[in-house]
């Protein structure tokens, strides 16, 4: 994503955009190799801190970040059921979305 200035973590998985409410939902979806998904989480929201203020900035829209992580070995995170409710209408897209990137990833 292009910003007007250097952020070093500026690669987001899904951006999906409502512009009826001005607001930007940024998904980002990991696999970690590790069980420990709500560190990875944690890491996560903090890394992209900057380019969302960055995004809010620029576009003047707010922003919500959502972390879909799936552990390697199939541990998911207690918040995804908040963050798909979060989706409403763009659920089916999200999971599609995400189901693609999985099955690249896994195969």
């Known amino acids: 994503m292009q910003t007007d200035r250097t952020i070093p ?10 512009n009826k409410q001005g607001t930007h939902m940024v998904i980002d979806v990991t696999i970690p190799g590790e069980r420990n998904v709500i560190k990875k989480e944690a890491e996560k929201i903090l890394k992209h801190k900057d380019l969302i203020i960055e995004i809010q900035c620029m576009w003047k829209v707010k922003v919500k970040v959502i972390t879909a992580i799936t552990g390697a070995t199939g541990t998911i995170s207690e918040s995804l059921r908040y963050y798909l409710r979060k989706l409403r209408n763009n659920v089916k897209t999200a999971i599609l979305v995400t189901a693609h990137t999985l099955q690249n990833v896994l195969i």
């Open 9 to 18: 973590s500026n690669k987001l998985g899904i951006i999906i955009r409502d």
